[in-house]
């Protein structure tokens, strides 16, 4: 079992910047992909990030492509989501999620595990 815990998720104003982690907890040697998908009210959630566990190879949605960058530190079991340039569309509930798969890199059903979910609002 793996426990996902986010954080620094806020409000901030068009084109500022915010910095979500989320830790991870228990059996994280079993992992191989740690991803962030956002839920906006009324909207599907949807793929933003993805990053190998062990290697580091990156993925991004093209919505946020140059704007995100998703990092991680293996000795403090942390994935970082670094938002610069944010958006009024950014606003969302942002949720990290991990998996001891390779597979469905981009999709909610690709995970097994989930944070609990933190707010981003950025306002125009």
């Known amino acids: 079992q793996v426990t996902l815990v986010e954080s620094g998720g806020g409000l901030v104003q068009a ?3 915010l910095r979500l982690s989320c830790a991870a907890s228990g059996r994280t040697f079993s992992l191989y992909k740690m991803g962030w998908f ?3 009210p009324g ?12 290697g580091g190879s990156t993925l991004y949605a093209d919505s946020v492509k140059g704007r995100f960058t998703i990092s ?5 079991n942390t994935v970082v ?8 569309e950014d ?3 942002y ?3 991990a998996s001891p798969l390779a597979i469905l890199p981009t999709t909610a059903s690709g995970y097994n595990y989930w ?3 933190t707010q981003v609002t950025v306002s125009s």
């Open 72 to 76: 991680r530190d293996n000795a403090k």
């Open 91 to 93: 606003t969302a509930v």
């Open 115 to 117: 944070g609990q979910g």
């Open 43 to 54: 909207k599907q959630r949807e793929f933003v990030a993805r990053i190998i566990w062990n």
């Open 38 to 40: 956002r839920q906006a």
């Open 95 to 97: 949720y990290c999620a």
């Open 15 to 17: 084109g500022g910047s």
């Open 81 to 88: 989501l670094q938002m610069n340039s944010l958006k009024p």
